[in-house]
């Protein structure tokens, strides 16, 4: 059975193809759009990953500071249009990092694919 995994991104557009992307290869996935919205899925589901877009206005930095007090950072994608990261906390560096724009295969690579 293939990972299920939690698609934290803003732009439809972005998460549509991520999802078309992840389905083709069978992933048991779903979207939303906001960092709220991802801890209610949170909630009802334990995801074997999370890729999440961490630029505003997703306020991805709720699901972040909520993965980082369960423990379960290592679950994370981290998808950012951001150059530099100086700003974010030591602890993002248990999770891996996704520029956008990327190559399918990239995103692929990072959720062990």
Do not use: W
């Not at 990092?97 to 295969?105: A, G, I, N, Q, S």
Request: negative net charge.
């Amino acid at each position: 059975m293939h990972a299920s995994i939690l698609v934290v991104e803003n732009h439809p557009d972005l998460r549509t193809e991520i999802l078309a992307i992840l389905r083709r290869e069978h992933y048991d996935c779903e979207g939303v759009g906001t960092g709220q919205a991802a801890l209610l899925k949170l909630r009802e589901h334990d995801y074997q990953y999370i890729l999440l877009d961490i630029d505003a206005p997703t306020d991805g930095s709720a699901v972040y500071d909520s993965c980082a007090e369960s423990g379960t950072l290592g679950k994370l994608v981290l998808l950012t249009a951001v150059e530099e990261l100086d700003e974010m906390p030591e602890s993002a560096s248990n999770c891996a990092l996704l520029r956008k724009p990327f190559d399918p295969r990239e995103l692929l690579a990072r959720i062990g694919r």
